[in-house]
């Protein structure tokens, strides 16, 4: 990967080619492609994972404008808080029935 991506950058700063390497939302990849790993190797271990992937997505998708007008890192930003809240609710018993007992 290392030498596919130097020699890009080679044939770039030789004017032999003009690939662009940084995309629009290009970023992103920092959160997806580490979420992507983790889902396939730890298929037990989903949540967490799944919600990143989801808001890297999400976010690539802002940023390619594919979605204007109907959606922004703000509500990216929310749905990623609400489901973090709702699998930390659903995880800490609170949801089924009440929680944690005291004595």
């Given amino acids: 990967m290392l030498v596919a991506l130097g020699g890009v950058l080679l044939l770039n700063a030789l004017h032999i080619t003009n690939i662009?390497?940084?995309?629009?939302?290009?970023?992103?990849?920092?959160?997806?492609?580490?979420?992507?790993?983790?889902?396939?190797?730890?298929?037990?271990?989903?949540?967490?994972?799944?919600?990143g992937l989801t808001v890297g997505v999400l976010l690539l998708i802002d940023q390619q404008g594919w979605?204007?007008?109907y959606f922004s890192a703000n509500v990216c930003i929310a749905i990623a808080v609400l489901l973090a809240g709702i699998v930390l609710l659903?995880?800490?018993?609170?949801?089924?029935?009440?929680?944690?007992?005291?004595?």
């Avoid at 659903?90 to 004595?103: A, D, M, T």
């Fill in 20 to 51: 662009n390497l940084l995309f629009k939302g290009w970023w992103t990849l920092f959160i997806i492609v580490p979420c992507a790993n983790k889902l396939l190797n730890s298929p037990k271990d989903w949540v967490w994972p799944f919600i």
């Fill in 67 to 69: 979605l204007r007008g």
């Fill in 90 to 103: 659903i995880n800490s018993g609170f949801l089924k029935g009440g929680g944690k007992k005291r004595k």
